[in-house]
């Protein structure tokens, strides 16, 4: 969609079309509605960033909280959303080993276990080993360093969910 087009649609067109470009976050979605018209996707994707960042520790957790594990019961389920699902295929998470799913689950578990929020990494930009090794090498962490580390990675889920909807050759 071109940017104009986005900046002239209702607010309840704007929310079914950017409700989920952060993962069950539509708040983040009717809070940058405030902020149209933007002058290009890159600006949309500004808005998204600045909401996210302006949030306290404890909106930044909430935001992770509802993101799905990679390669997780869900997932083993199909009951991931459309955009997940296929981000996770586009790690090749899909076709872990036994071995490679057991190490993840547990590893998931570990995480989760110490911070109270699921791991978070862009999966269109890691392939399931840089996934893995980043799993054990951010579990060495603080939680502070965790929550800001996995909303820097839910902005660049977020910047390319857009860039499937809107046309980034647009401009106002
Ligand atoms: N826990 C996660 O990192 N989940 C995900 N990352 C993605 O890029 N898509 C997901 O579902």
Redesign the pocket.
Known sequence: KPISVVNSMSYEDFISLFGNVI?HCSLCAAAVWRDRPFSDVNSLHKSFCQFTDQLPIGGKEGI?RL????A?RL?MSGG??N???K??Q??GLNTLTDQEKKTMHHL?QQYKQKFGF?????????KKEA?LTGLERRLNNSGETEAVT?VE??K??CR?RLLDIVDSSSKL
């Open positions: 993962e992770l993101h799905p594990d990679l997780g997932a991931l959303t955009e997940s699902t981000e996770q586009s790690a998931n699921p791991f978070v990494i862009c999966a269109r930009e890691n996934i996995g990675e839910v660049k889920i390319l």
